[in-house]
């Protein structure tokens, strides 16, 4: 993979030891001696190159929800810091600080920094050599601990509910180290392994029986803890509903409908349908008699069809009359016209305003993505 022309001349010779993707172009690089932040050219800043040095004295990082900021102090310089993306803060932390701890004479020329964990404020360091102990609220500072590998003679854990506990026996001495048990697995897997690595063994059995002895077992025995049994669990059980409540409930269960109202409506709306039942029925005898009556055995005379006609007459000569008035009022209803041509050149104008103004929109997004890119890099 290349490197940036820029980073490359700023290298004098050194190799780069290790690089990280910060986001888009934008990299880090780790050599023996610094840490080179590059900055490819952007809408907020144009192509850099940033070094610094792994001297430092302390190193402090400020975590944020987008950006965590690296802080190095100096003896002479005071304290310079960087940013970048937070989900790339521990893929920068672990080569920042094996650097600043080789550049300070902490490791060996050599040793390989293994992993690093963060513990509230706790920073543990597992390297090929040694364990490296910091507390506080900087990630490292002149007030470390740390436990060289040729001086352990005993490891064991302790288990417990919330953290485990490790305990190195160091010069004849118990060293307690207490870590979250979501990560104790991961940190006992790799201690052990550094650990077998460095004194040649298979297993902690083989190494607490070669490098070991009979006191400093004691020793550690003498200064474990007990996490006790926990606590019991508080009762739970729902405590049983109202006999009252219940009863009141099956009653209103049985009595069907909640309105009084109900059962006398449905009644009187039977009553009064059988009522209009009858009116009609009567209605249409009274007309089939004066019928009868009118002819005496039930047949319609020629007079009462003559007026019948002339009744339906009037209707039609009632609706042409009608047609008369609306015509004479213009208010005839009349085929719908085409569209105005003007119409349409007006809203094809307005289609493409509208299409230009989304092109813009769409490039405006554009830009507004790249700069909060950007910024979550650190810029």
């Known amino acids: 993979m290349s490197v940036p022309g820029i980073v490359d001349a700023s290298l004098d010779g050194e190799e780069i030891a290790a690089r990280v993707s910060l986001g888009s172009d934008d990299e880090l690089f780790i050599t023996p001696t610094r840490t080179i932040v590059y900055r490819a050219d952007g809408l907020l800043s144009d192509e850099s190159a940033d070094e610094y040095p792994h001297d430092a004295d302390r190193l402090t990082i400020s975590e944020g929800r987008r ?31 094996a650097g600043v701890l080789n550049g300070n004479g902490i490791t060996d020329p050599g040793e390989t920094v293994v992993k690093t964990y963060r513990f509230s404020e706790l920073t543990l360091i597992v390297t090929s050599d040694r364990l ?16 060289r590998f040729e001086d352990v003679t005993n490891l064991t854990f302790e288990d417990g509910s919330v953290a485990t506990q490790i305990v190195l026996t160091v010069d004849g001495r118990p060293q307690r180290i207490k870590a979250p048990n979501e990560e104790a697995n991961d940190l006992r897997e790799r201690l052990q392994r ?6 040649d063994v298979e297993s902690l059995e083989e190494f607490n029986l070669t490098v070991g002895d009979d006191e400093d ?14 606590v019991d669990p508080l009762n739970a059980d729902p405590p049983e509903p109202d006999d009252r409540e219940t009863a009141g409930t099956g009653d209103a269960g ?50 009462s069809s003559e007026e019948s006609r002339a009744e339906t ?10 047609e008369s008035v609306a015509e004479a009022t213009g208010q005839t209803q009349r085929p719908p016209t085409e569209t105005d041509p003007e119409l ?36």
């Open 67 to 97: 950006k965590t900021k690296f802080a190095l102090e100096y003896a002479l310089e005071g304290e310079r810091e960087f940013a970048v993306p937070a989900k790339k803060t521990d893929d920068v932390l672990h080569p920042v600080l």
């Open 217 to 230: 077992e004691a020793a550690a025995d003498e200064g474990s803890m007990d996490f006790g049994g926990g």
């Open 132 to 147: 490296v102990k910091h507390i506080g609220g900087a990630v490292w500072d002149g007030d470390y601990e740390e436990y």
């Open 254 to 303: 049985r009595t069907g409908s909640a309105d009084p109202l109900a059962d006398g409506t449905t009644d009187d709306a039977a009553a009064s349908g059988a009522a209009s039942t009858g009116a009609a029925a009567g209605s249409g005898s009274a007309a089939q008699s004066a019928t009868r009556g009118a002819t005496g055995d039930g047949r319609v005379d020629a007079g």
């Open 194 to 199: 550094a650990l077998f690595d460095y004194h």
């Open 313 to 322: 007459g009037s209707v039609f000569e009632s609706a042409s009359d009608d």
């Open 344 to 379: 349409l050149e007006r809203i094809e104008s307005l289609e493409a305003a509208v299409e230009r103004q989304s092109e813009i929109i769409e490039r405006q997004e554009e830009t507004i993505e790249q700069l909060i890119a950007e910024l979550r890099q650190g810029r």
